[in-house]
């Protein structure tokens, strides 16, 4: 497979030539795209020396996305509007549910919501970096992008990152209509929690940003806090054959890990995927309520 030669700097906007003036972010998403053809272009001309097999990354890269299957473009621009709307709602949730409970009771929904978005993390990244999952429907394309990040690490530097969080926009799309179904939206935790997924998420999204930045000034702190995954940290799941270290903030690799000690079963993580996908917010809500109720801070 090919690699670019950094998983942790900055990669200067390849081909943007014109003076006084930064790439637009279509044009950042371009440069990307025509990396990709590129790497593409190469890997091809490897297999047919090699006569090995061409990965799948590379046959997806040549084939055209529609809205059910993966393809190119693996890089795609996003709707910042929703990215605002999503934010603003979320952060309206928890604002209406915070004021409906106790405040020690809102600590521990961020506590709980950090450490269970990042188990979540692993989940999903687990799930999305499996060649196999490129030919799932729907999910094939962020699969395609997540394999893809391997190959161009610093993708996610060279995109805003209202793009980075507009990856989410087609997930949070699919979860608010299941979460209004198997939540109780009157509950204080339950409209906590429901926002602060959201807000995890975006927080997610920028830990791995920073991640792949040296002396990142908003990150550099919070990773030598341990709430966000450090460069070094992150480095060893870039190394082939990306199978450890799989977590967005790195508190639940160790349990990610162990998991995966346990089973690699592609069905067993998928399936995992899945039901964690819809309950983990309903599962999260009832411990929180419980220990709020044993500790008389409702």
């Known amino acids: 497979m090919c690699k670019e030669a950094s998983t942790t700097t900055i990669n200067p906007f390849l081909g943007y030539k014109k003076k006084n003036a930064s790439p637009t972010r279509q044009q950042k998403i371009d440069l990307l795209n025509a990396r990709v053809q590129k790497i593409t272009t190469k890997a091809i001309q490897e297999a047919k020396e090699s006569g090995e097999p061409l990965a799948l990354e590379y046959v997806h890269a040549q084939k055209q996305m529609t809205t059910l299957t993966a393809g190119f473009p693996v890089y795609q621009l996003r709707a910042a509007l929703l990215v605002y709307i999503y934010a603003i709602g979320s952060a309206c949730l928890i604002i209406r549910g915070a004021l409906l409970i106790h405040p020690l009771t809102t600590v521990m929904c961020v506590v709980t919501m950090l450490v269970g978005y990042d188990f979540y993390s692993g989940i999903l990244h687990v799930v999305f970096d499996h060649p196999d999952n490129i030919s799932i429907p729907i999910l094939g394309q962020p699969c395609l992008e997540f394999q893809w990040h391997h190959a161009i690490p610093y993708d996610i530097v060279q995109k805003d990152f209202v793009d980075v969080c507009g990856d989410l926009n087609v997930a949070v799309m699919i979860l608010i209509p299941l979460y209004c179904t198997t939540l109780d939206l009157n509950n204080g935790v339950a409209m906590v929690m429901g926002g602060l997924k ?69 069905g067993i993580w998928v399936s995992l995927f899945c039901i964690w996908s819809i309950f983990d917010l309903v599962c999260y809500v009832k411990v929180v309520d419980a220990v709020a109720q044993f500790l008389q801070i409702v």
């Open 198 to 266: 959201l807000f995890m998420a975006y927080f997610g999204q920028l830990s791995h940003k920073s991640a792949h930045v040296h002396g990142s000034s908003q990150g550099t702190w919070l990773q030598k806090c341990g709430l966000m995954i450090s460069p070094k940290e992150h480095k060893a799941h870039h190394k082939p054959p990306h199978d450890i270290d799989f977590c967005l903030i790195g508190v639940c690799n160790p349990l990610i890990d162990g998991l995966r000690r346990l089973t690699t079963h592609n």
